[in-house]
């Protein structure tokens, strides 16, 4: 008499690893600068638009920290590989635009830049999720990124924290407001724009160190 299998959710706890923790650090920091951005536009203390923008930087952190832990004991797992761009997309794809639509870049083309940005961010995942496979199996391990990797969108973040930090936000963001057919566009989000253009690029190569 065989013995019962265990609960799949059991299965799926003990495929959990200590770098996987750090992961979810990474998902909550991201969801923690959502909740801050929302907060600001109920609030308008610039406190909570900088403390959500803080939380960028601390994501990256958590992103950086799970990787090399991942590699110091060798438990990099198709599991860790998923949540990372889960947490990614949140952290460094939702949360960047939230930011971005409290500080006051939400008119309408400002939201359909931004919802262009974070599907940019979407698609940089995914396809750095399957072509990693194959780049892996042949040299080993992935040498290159194809496209400015979506962390690199705490830049942006850094610029909205600067703006909130001098009180440039709402009507008197940087550079202004244009009327365009249809809604309003701030230059500012263009900066969005080229990030996730940038991070879709498949002629961009940069070297994985």
């Given at each position: 008499?065989?013995?019962?299998?265990?609960?799949?959710?059991?299965?799926?706890?003990?495929?959990?690893?200590?770098?996987?923790?750090?992961?979810?650090?990474?998902a909550?920091?991201?969801?923690?600068?959502?909740?801050?951005?929302?907060?600001?536009?109920?609030?308008?203390?610039?406190?909570?638009?900088?403390?959500?923008?803080?939380?960028?930087?601390?994501?990256?952190?958590?992103?950086?920290?799970?990787?090399?832990?991942?590699?110091?004991?060798?438990?990099s797992?198709?599991?860790?590989?998923?949540?990372?761009?889960?947490?990614?997309?949140?952290?460094?794809?939702?949360?960047?635009?939230?930011?971005?639509?409290?500080a006051?870049?939400?008119?309408?083309?400002?939201?359909?830049?931004?919802?262009?940005?974070?599907?940019?961010?979407?698609?940089?995942?995914?396809?750095?999720?399957?072509?990693?496979?194959?780049?892996?199996?042949?040299?080993?391990?992935?040498?290159?990124?194809?496209?400015?990797?979506?962390?690199?969108?705490?830049l942006?973040?850094?610029?909205?924290?600067?703006?909130?930090?001098?009180?440039?936000?709402?009507?008197?963001?940087?550079?202004?407001?244009?009327?365009?057919?249809?809604?309003?566009?701030?230059?500012?989000?263009?900066?969005?724009?080229?990030?996730g253009?940038?991070?879709?690029?498949?002629?961009?190569?940069?070297p994985?160190?």
């Amino acid at each position: 008499m065989t013995a019962p299998s265990a609960p799949r959710h059991f299965s799926m706890i003990r495929g959990f690893h200590l770098a996987d923790v750090f992961t979810l650090g990474n998902a909550a920091c991201g969801v923690a600068g959502v909740l801050m951005a929302m907060r600001f536009l109920a609030s308008r203390d610039a406190g909570d638009l900088l403390l959500a923008a803080a939380f960028a930087p601390a994501a990256f952190l958590f992103d950086v920290l799970d990787g090399r832990i991942a590699r110091w004991r060798h438990t990099s797992s198709p599991l860790g590989r998923e949540l990372d761009s889960l947490a990614d997309v949140i952290s460094f794809g939702v949360a960047p635009a939230a930011l971005a639509y409290a500080a006051g870049m939400n008119g309408l083309w400002d939201a359909v830049i931004l919802v262009y940005f974070v599907c940019c961010g979407v698609s940089r995942l995914a396809r750095y999720n399957v072509t990693a496979e194959a780049m892996s199996a042949d040299a080993g391990k992935v040498t290159y990124f194809e496209g400015t990797p979506i962390p690199t969108s705490v830049l942006l973040t850094a610029v909205v924290a600067w703006a909130a930090w001098q009180g440039r936000v709402g009507p008197d963001l940087y550079f202004g407001a244009w009327s365009l057919p249809g809604g309003t566009l701030h230059p500012l989000v263009l900066l969005f724009a080229l990030s996730g253009t940038l991070m879709v690029s498949k002629t961009l190569r940069i070297p994985k160190l």
